[in-house]
């Protein structure tokens, strides 16, 4: 039988062992056509590794899926669409996302390295900073520089910033779980204030912290202590095998694809769920379309963002519900564009930009094997507040903004970008944004209530992760919920 102390007997590392290897109990759950044992809302990560799990176990499940694919925020670009099919979603494999390792293992799909995204060559990248277009060569003496100290001077300033994570980190090395506890509460204050009281200039902060933040919208509304969570668990990542990020060969999609495709477990697609009601003998589960499903156990893996507009009955506890209404999520906005002309051989710049305008940072992606140094496509990939604003706009709007932009700080792309794909998570209804953040003073109060389980309803999710990050995150909190539910049988 699964048990919680044979899954986390490695403690706080990543977990090595497959744990869809261990033992099953044939039997032990429904087999009949009737309801399942367990409804699962979200055919994600962490969904599909609940539904394994249990299925491992004997027990019958269903999951409900809104879209009409599987992977939630692990999405691939089509090759029809955007050549080189670039993720949309997650990206890289580290050496301690064991979960994610031993599963892309068992199920014969072969690891690439990751796919460079949002940061390029130091040879391929140049700044365009307060109007001002800057090569990394001449960011250590620029007028623009903000910072007294020569060695501050020589950090790039898009890594300035994750320096002083790695400095200040009071989290003991190799302790996944200790961002949760309580005498790390003081920690849990804003990105400004740590850098604030550093000494660093409010408007340094605005350009090393607040120009294309990873997460958050801005320098005041994300905590510290989850900086520090991040940076305990890279470190802890290099320490576990050390090797570059992986990915999937033909995409990341083709993992939770391959996933469901071993699933003896119904996929309903097109499910978008209002309401979840739970009593003791029971739950049940209410879509768009009028339909009600019932199980004896619901597995919930939406985004809180997505949740915190569903119906439950009854309401979580306080400090969860609490959570899932004002947990944040970091809006992400991407346009994908083909180049018609090579208009960096033109001006002899630099191919990428990291820039402190609304289109954030221009990438130019190598994402095909055969030819390493051919840039198949660019993405302007924009997070925070810059993000919501072209959500404002139609996407072929937001679109030609951004191309009008860049012809205005860099003439020589005048005509030489098409524009071929348009994708926001913060739009999609089902997502509300790309991945979650926590906001000062929030992770103290919500981090350890997120997924309390109640007497029938469970939660999943990249969210609820304590140990790992995004698509291992999400495969840990399924596991755990897994487990949550099969106690509960």
């Known amino acids: 039988m699964l048990t919680r102390r044979r899954v986390l007997a490695l403690g706080g590392m990543a977990v090595a062992a497959p744990l869809v290897a261990a033992a099953a109990r044939p039997g032990s759950g429904s087999r009949s056509r009737g309801a399942p044992d367990v409804l699962i809302i979200g055919a994600g990560l962490s969904g599909l590794n609940a539904a394994t799990l249990l299925e491992s176990e004997g027990y019958r499940c269903q999951i409900l899926e809104a879209t009409h694919r599987v992977g939630g925020r692990v999405c691939t670009a089509r090759e029809s669409d955007v050549p080189g099919h670039p993720e949309l979603g997650g990206s890289g494999i580290g050496s301690s996302y064991a979960r994610m390792l031993d599963t892309a293992n068992r199920l014969g799909l072969t690891l690439v390295p990751e796919r460079l995204r949002t940061t390029a060559p130091r040879n391929e990248l140049m700044y365009h900073l307060c109007g001002e277009g800057i090569l990394p060569n001449d960011w250590p003496g620029h007028r623009l520089n903000p910072f007294q100290d020569a060695g501050d001077r020589k950090v790039p300033p898009e890594f300035y910033q994750f320096t002083k994570y790695g400095l200040y980190n009071p989290l003991p090395k190799n302790d996944l779980q200790a961002w949760q506890r309580p005498e790390f509460a003081s920690h849990d204050v804003s990105v400004f204030d740590f850098l604030r009281k550093l000494g660093i200039p409010e408007a340094a902060i605005a350009l090393v912290a607040g120009t294309n933040m990873s997460y958050g919208t801005n320098v005041h509304d994300l905590s510290v202590l989850m900086w520090f969570a991040i940076a305990n668990w890279l470190r802890a990542d290099q320490e576990f095998g050390g090797n570059a990020p992986r990915a999937i060969e033909g995409g990341n999609q083709r993992l939770p694809e391959a996933m469901a495709a071993r699933l003896q477990s119904e996929i309903v697609f097109g499910q978008h769920v209002t309401g979840i009601r739970s009593n003791a003998d029971g739950v049940e589960v209410h879509t768009i379309d009028h339909q009600v499903r019932r199980a004896r156990f619901c597995l919930c893996t939406i985004p809180f963002s997505a949740l ?182």
């Open 308 to 489: 915190r507009h569903l119906r439950l009955e009854p309401l979580p506890p306080g400090e969860q519900l609490n959570a899932i209404e004002n947990i944040g999520y970091t809006p992400v906005f991407q346009v994908h564009f083909v180049p018609t002309r090579r208009f960096w051989e033109e001006d002899k710049l630099p191919k990428s930009m990291w820039t402190d305008r609304k289109l954030g940072r221009l990438m130019a992606l190598h994402n095909d094997p055969g030819r390493p140094d051919e840039v198949t496509s660019y993405i302007a990939f924009v997070n925070g507040m810059a993000a919501k604003y072209l959500d404002r706009l139609e996407p072929q709007a937001a679109a030609d903004y951004l191309l009008e932009d860049l012809a205005y700080i860099r003439p020589s792309t005048r005509g030489a970008l098409k524009v071929a794909k348009v994708w926001s998570w913060n739009r999609n209804p089902f997502a509300g944004g790309a991945y979650a953040y926590w906001k000062p003073g929030q992770i103290s109060r919500l981090a350890r209530q997120v997924a309390v389980p109640g007497k029938r309803l469970f939660f999943a999710g990249e969210h609820t992760a304590v140990l790992a990050r995004g698509m291992e995150g999400a495969m840990e909190s399924g596991e755990r919920a897994a487990l949550e539910i099969l106690s509960a049988m």
